[in-house]
């Protein structure tokens, strides 16, 4: 199984539902549709729900700070998309590795050569 840094599975889940605990207990359900590197985030289309459970508010948009979240919960179909996506990063980064390993193994050569 790869790993995924929590920041890569945010930027993947742009656009798609997520449920947000904050440490407060409250709770939010909306769509991503921004994410910085603090991990704050902007949804949209926001269901907000008190601690209590009693109180429910619909928002068109909610910012919520990333130092106050507890907890996200994502679609199985985002994880998977960032499994791919670390899957292909991970080969990428293999393959150029291994392209500069070939290289230099040549240039060294030719330096030996001269």
Known sequence: MQNIFPLNLLLTARGSKVFV??????????MIELVDKFM???????????????????????????????????QSATIDKALEEAEIYNQQQKDERSKKQKFGGRQQKQKQNK
């Open 40 to 74: 704050n985030v902007k949804l949209l289309n926001v269901i907000h729900t008190s601690k209590d459970g009693q109180q429910f508010v619909q928002l068109n948009e909610m910012y919520i700070k990333g130092s106050s979240i507890k907890s996200f919960r994502l």
């Open 21 to 30: 605990e904050i440490k407060s207990g409250d709770t939010f359900n909306g």
